[in-house]
């Protein structure tokens, strides 16, 4: 007789399929691609017969994975149609997750909308890093998330990364660097391109809060790589002899499917905020280069 399935093996199981890949499941799930690889084994042993046809580390359902497909599904939708049936006394909060960088120019707007529209609505928030964001989701604790993603999609906004500091220190011979603590993709950016220009670099300035970066950087105390929209300071110039960097890009992430056209989603509200707010900070010479007075965000990292 099988086994009872698991729900977090059902989820993984359609994170994977949705995703297309063990690597891009692994970074929604917030769970490493191995984690996931032993999941699919499990669930495999729990049906007794495999689901995929696997080629190298490409995994692709069979016949009887795509029969077992149809029924995760339908056992996830009865369970959050379940988690909705239970009453307004019991309802489920709206569960929120979002990095710092975007605390005040997309989360406090949107919390605004939602208390016009629902003065009654109950939330739950979570304030934090990308692979703690990440980890939430897959441990079904939030069911939206704005963070760093790989993922390309409608929801999805490149904004690109610049130096900030002093332009005093960019004469030092080591370049002391300002950060969040790791696991931060900004840090990892920034000692890639000093690293590929042969720069020398040492950490000056570790803080777990992305006000403390700012603090920091406005101190003199080192140059940090960021966004402008996450920041809120100036950047430095291209001409400021240090290696260009990259794009990142944010996404809204959402678990479970959103309200009717009339009734906008979380995840749509945060989504067109984000994209509003992408137009302003994506101009190599936008406000930020011009001097004009940027806004500030709440503290934390990405």
Known sequence: MIQDLPTPLLRSLVAVVDCGSLAAAAGRMGRSESALSLQMSRLEDIAGQPLFDRDGRSLRLNQAGSRFLGHARAILDRIDAARADLGPSAARPVRVGIVQDFVGTVLSPVLAELRASEPAISLEIMIGGSTDLLRAMGEDRIDTALCVSELRGAGTRAFPMRWFGETGLLD???????????????????????????????????????????????????????????????????????????????????????????????????????????????????????????????????
């Open 172 to 302: 030092n011979e080591v370049l002391p660097l300002v950060s969040v603590a790791r696991p931060c993709p900004f840090l990892e950016a920034a000692e890639h391109a000093l690293d590929a220009a042969g720069r020398a670099w040492r950490i000056a300035v570790v803080t777990p809060s992305l006000e403390g970066a700012r603090v920091a950087v406005a101190a003199g105390l080192g140059v940090a790589c960021r966004t402008v929209a996450g920041l809120g300071l100036r950047p430095l110039g291209e001409d400021c002899r240090l290696p260009p960097l990259p794009s990142i890009r944010y996404s809204v992430l959402e678990r479970r499917q959103g309200r009717s056209p009339g009734d906008p989603s979380l995840a749509s509200r945060l989504s067109a905020r984000l994209a509003l707010l992408a137009k302003d900070y994506t101009a190599p010479h936008g406000a930020a280069a011009s001097g004009e007075t940027l806004p500030r965000e709440g503290s934390g990292d990405a």
